[in-house]
């Protein structure tokens, strides 16, 4: 297996712009989770979703960031508009049924 | 409020000792522990983990040590490699089965040639 699966892996946009990052879990786990990482707050917990439902949307900073997962193999982190205080490492973690949640690369963000 | 966080934030080793990351959390309901390995430019790499009826734990070349009076966490790894050098992250899950991790800061380990 490839593991979780992050695109893309650098993005550098300007602020007011969409942003859309991706995330494929490992096929056959039931959960994703997404993070964001900063030097500041180190990782946060923004939102997990268990067999494609969203479960916990607590960590999610505000009305810009939203996330779906229209299908188990698929989901999608946005932020709209996008500020440079958003910038970032986001990563994508998926679970299985044992208590592990394995982590992708991670999407570096930078808003200008 | 409840947080779970370390007492250094960087830690050198000579390569060859013996390490000791320590981690202190304060939600004494919490019920399972993770330490998490993270090196530059990757994603966080489960490394071992420990339930809170257990005091200890070990894998291979590392000890998870919980010490719940104090709400105390130690990770130990033995006989150091560079290839331990990274960001060692604690994580607690408030009850076993809920999927919510809550990360520590973490601490930097530097393995020194």
């Known amino acids: 297996d490839a593991g979780v699966i992050q695109s893309p892996r650098h993005e550098v946009t300007e602020m007011g712009q969409e942003v859309t990052l991706r995330c494929k879990p490992i096929s056959g786990h039931n959960s994703l989770f997404w993070y964001r990482q900063t030097m500041m707050r180190g990782l946060e917990l923004l939102i997990y979703f268990n067999n494609n439902v969203p479960i916990d949307d607590s960590g999610m900073p505000e009305d810009r960031f939203s996330a779906k997962m229209p299908n188990a193999s698929f989901s999608t982190l946005k932020i709209q508009p996008s500020e440079p205080r958003d910038s970032a490492v986001y990563f994508c973690a998926s679970r299985g049924p044992i208590n592990e949640q394995f982590f992708g690369p991670g999407t570096r963000l930078t808003v200008l | 409020g409840e947080s779970v966080g370390l007492h250094l934030p960087t830690l050198s080793v000579q390569e060859g000792d013996n390490s000791i990351i320590n981690c202190a959390y304060s939600n004494s309901a919490s019920d399972y522990f993770i330490w998490y390995k993270q090196e530059s430019g990757k994603g966080p790499q489960f490394i071992i983990d420990i339930r809170s009826n257990m005091d200890k734990r070990q894998g291979q070349r590392v000890t998870v040590l919980l010490n719940k009076t104090v709400k105390h966490l130690s990770l130990q790894i033995a006989a150091t490699q560079p290839g331990d050098s990274a960001v060692y992250f604690c994580?607690?899950?408030?009850?076993?089965?809920?999927?919510?991790?809550?990360f520590g800061t973490g601490t930097r380990l530097t393995i020194i040639p």
């Open positions: 994580a607690e899950i408030k009850n076993f089965g809920n999927e919510k991790l809550t």
